[in-house]
Nanobody
Framework: QVQLVESGGGLVQAGGSLRLSCAASGRTFNRYGMGWFRQAPGKEREFVAAISWSGGTTSYADSVKGRFTISRDNAKNTVYLQMNSLKPEDTAVYYC??????????????WGQGTQVTVSS
């Protein structure tokens, strides 16, 4: 079983940037794909970005393409989400998740507790 702990959320003005981190422990990190999801108040959780075990393949939701970048450091057991040009509609709780496989596709079986991102207009 893997434990995932997100950090880096906070309050930022529209147009600003944040970098989220997700530290993993308890399971071999570099064998599995990783993803970021988000859930805004009153909405369903949605996919944001994913990265393969090696970092060689990434995928993004259309709403964040060109603004967000997912990356990973297997030596540090950490996955990152760099968020630039933030918009108020990016406000949500952001969750880190580990795939059951090595690619970017799910299903995602392990989840962190989430970190709040709030973008003010």
């Amino acid at each position: 079983q893997v434990q995932l702990v997100e950090s880096g959320g906070g309050l930022v003005q529209a147009g600003g940037s944040l970098r989220l981190s997700c530290a993993a422990s308890g399971r071999t990190f570099n064998r599995y794909g990783m993803g970021w999801f988000r859930q805004a108040p009153g909405k369903e959780r949605e996919f944001v970005a994913a990265i393969s075990w090696s970092g060689g393949t990434t995928s993004y939701a259309d709403s964040v393409k060109g603004r967000f970048t997912i990356s990973r450091d297997n030596a540090k057991n950490t996955v990152y989400l760099q968020m630039n040009s933030l918009k108020p509609e990016d406000t949500a709780v952001y969750y880190c998740a580990q795939s059951v496989g090595s690619a970017t596709a799910g299903p995602f079986g392990s989840w962190g507790q989430g970190t709040q991102v709030t973008v003010s207009s």
